[in-house]
């Protein structure tokens, strides 16, 4: 089994930053693509950015020039770099994983439990 852990998260003032991690551990053969989401009270969950394998990079246009994704795959380790935040970039933050657990299998999408992100003066 696999397990993502994020980590990183916290309370900071507007126009701060913060670097978010999430490392995944256990047995699996590979790791695809890699992705931070976020969700607001009561909003839904949205995708915040991606980054493939070969490190191509997407982001939501809320986040871009202000947020970079990273991946470290020596670690099995995404980054999500944050900067300029705003008080609407509060919310609690996932990464998920395409997880392949063995040579020939279909990969499968594993979540994080997810890290808590305030910014507030």
């Known amino acids: 089994q696999v397990q993502l852990v994020e980590s990183g998260g916290g309370l900071v003032q507007p126009g701060g930053s913060l670097r978010l991690s999430c490392a995944a551990s256990?047995?699996?053969?590979?790791?695809?693509?890699m992705r931070w989401y976020r969700q607001a009270p009561g909003k839904e969950r949205e995708l915040v950015a991606a980054?493939?394998?070969?490190?191509?990079?997407i982001y939501a246009d809320s986040v871009k020039g202000r947020f970079t994704i990273s991946r470290d795959n020596a670690k099995n380790t995404v980054y999500l770099q944050m900067n300029s935040l705003k008080p609407e970039d509060t919310a609690v933050y996932y990464c998920?994983?395409?997880?392949?657990?063995?040579?020939?299998?279909?990969?499968?999408?594993?979540w994080g439990q997810g890290t808590q992100v305030t910014v507030s003066s």
């Open positions: 998920n994983a395409d997880v392949r657990g063995y040579v020939g299998s279909y990969p499968t999408l594993r």
């Open positions: 256990g047995s699996f053969f590979s790791i695809h693509a």
């Open positions: 980054i493939t394998s070969g490190s191509t990079t």
